[in-house]
């Protein structure tokens, strides 16, 4: 935990980051998360009313109050203090099992994940775009929708969590794992152009507070 281990304050997309590029485990909770966004986002701190009206990004993301109400009313939310924490560590590191597994990428490798996402079932990854706060669309949305998706990196992500322009994400459900890897492994040797494998950089879980009464 950053504020216990590191002194610091850290936020989602940084910490996803940090265990894409550094390898650690991280998890990252209220007394961590310094953006106010995600720390809303993830259940962390509840929403004040000029928040959920959308001030907080008012002509930076928005045109005017009605466009800010509604796209943030659309953004993904978990229930004010559903969870305790966020813990995100690389698949190989990783000592709990994962509610989701995110994968950044080039969009060739990223196209290469929607093939085998779409492989036994023939149904086409569907996902949606804001433009902000892709750490509540990588780890919220896939827990809450259950299935895969592309994900846009968003200026968040950009500087604090390092990710660079060639570089979009795909996340899927812990329960896809599997199946994901055996059509990605099978459709490795059909595809006309090849590019390095998508490497399973980071998993995620989200903690349950231990009580619901607090």
């Known amino acids: 935990m950053p504020s216990r281990d590191v002194g610091e304050r850290w936020i989602v997309c940084q910490s996803i980051g940090i265990a894409r590029r ?36 008012l002509g930076m993301y928005w045109s005017d109050p009605q466009a800010a109400e509604t796209l ?11 969870y305790d924490r966020v813990c995100v560590a690389p698949l190989g590191r990783a000592t709990f ?28 990854v569907e996902s949606s775009f804001g433009g902000r706060l892709d750490c509540a669309d990588l ?46 492994s099978a459709e490795a040797s059909t595809h006309l152009r090849s590019s390095s494998s998508s490497k399973l950089h980071a998993s995620a879980r989200a903690t349950e507070r231990e009580s619901r009464g607090g």
């Open 22 to 57: 550094y390898g650690w485990a991280i998890a990252v909770g209220r007394e961590d998360v310094i953006c106010p966004l995600a720390s809303v986002a993830f259940g962390f701190r509840r929403a004040s009313t000029r928040f959920a009206a959308g001030e907080a990004a």
């Open 72 to 82: 943030e009313s659309s953004t993904w939310h978990f229930a004010p203090f559903q």
């Open 97 to 124: 099992e994962p509610h989701l597994v995110a994968v950044y990428g080039n969009s060739a490798q990223v196209m290469r994940l929607v093939n085998a996402a779409v492989h036994s079932s023939g149904r086409r």
């Open 139 to 184: 780890v919220i949305q896939t827990m809450q929708m259950d299935r895969a998706q592309v994900v846009l990196p968003c200026n968040g992500d950009r500087v604090f969590g390092m990710t660079q322009d060639t570089e979009m994400a795909f996340a899927f459900p812990w329960s896809m794992a599997g199946e994901t890897s055996r059509a990605e």
